[in-house]
């Protein structure tokens, strides 16, 4: 975090912090008190998810979501509308309660470095690798837990209203639902050193990844990927497919299911080949996967 403050305290903030009135100049001239930082991480955050969110998933929707999927039965009347609302009314309450995990990241109290010879090449490789697989095993368990009865009604039910999702759903939570998913990848270092530029690298890459998840893109068949084909069995059938990145702990914990139907026959690569303006199925396909 402290990267993007530093860029955005030279390029904005200073700016905007000045034009402040006289009562609060002492709180916000000094670019290390305590409550500018965390009223500029708290814009940072939501200027940032807003930015990759509308971004990334109208990307992601124009150029590769079937929108013949909107045709579905179980497609809901004005679903966009709503997905997009539900994700930019959590943003706020999302980023509100995530400030105290970056500011003591400024702080000093993780284990961010920032110079690559303080721990050497082999460990960054096994940070990246180990952050990886440290947040696919805590969010996998996270979400699991979240299918629980006492939880799962007023804290992860409103994401499952979208059967059929499209990238507009990926952050599409109760607020407190997307913090608890997210909390593995702030937990790691405070347990572990990473360096500084691959945690911001791989922090924007898990949210493009949730948004992956989501556009029912499915190119990749590898079975130990946890694709958008995974991702869509869990919408429709709510107690398989929980992972983040792989089915490691799906297979483990007995949840995994494999969508056959979805890799052998609607791939995004082939759909490309038989040409998307033919297809009139009114995405039954992604139906089908309850059949198999």
């Not at 708290?42 to 109208?58: A, K, N, P, Q, R």
């Not at 009347?77 to 995530?98: A, C, D, G, H």
């Not at 199925?281 to 309850?290: E, L, P, R, S």
């Amino acid at each position: 975090m402290d990267l993007v403050l530093s860029f955005a305290d030279a390029h904005f903030l200073d700016g905007m912090y000045a034009a402040f009135p006289e009562q609060l100049q002492p709180y916000v001239a000094d670019r290390g008190h305590a409550f500018r930082q965390c009223l500029s991480i708290f814009l940072i955050e939501m200027v940032g998810v807003s930015l990759l969110y509308f971004t990334f998933s109208t990307l992601s929707f124009y150029l590769f979501y079937d929108r013949n999927l909107m045709k579905h039965p179980k497609f809901l009347k004005n679903q966009i509308r709503r997905e997009i609302w539900l994700s930019v009314t959590s943003f706020p309450t999302t980023s509100l309660v995530t400030v105290p995990w970056f500011f003591f990241e400024l702080r000093g109290y993780s284990k961010i470095y920032y110079n690559i010879a303080d721990y050497g090449w082999p460990y960054f490789f096994f940070s990246i690798f180990w952050f990886i697989m440290f947040t696919d095993f805590g969010v996998y368990w996270i979400h699991r837990f979240e299918h629980h009865p006492m939880l799962y009604s007023w804290l992860h039910k409103p994401h499952h209203a979208w059967k059929i999702s499209t990238p507009y759903a990926s952050f599409a939570f109760h607020p407190l639902d997307g913090y608890f998913q997210s909390l593995p990848i702030h937990i790691f270092v405070y347990l572990f050193p990473m360096n500084a530029y691959a945690y911001l690298i791989a922090f924007v890459f898990i949210q493009l990844w949730t948004i992956s998840i989501h556009d029912a893109m499915y190119i990749v068949k590898h079975p130990w990927i946890n694709s958008a084909a995974h991702h869509t069995i869990h919408h429709l059938e709510f107690n398989y497919n929980y992972g983040q990145y792989f089915t490691l702990w799906d297979r483990i914990g007995g949840s995994h299911r494999y969508p056959t139907y979805e890799y052998e026959n609607n791939m995004y690569f082939d759909r490309i080949s038989k040409g998307r303006a033919t297809r009139t199925d009114g995405g039954a396909h992604v139906a089908k996967i309850k059949e198999d």
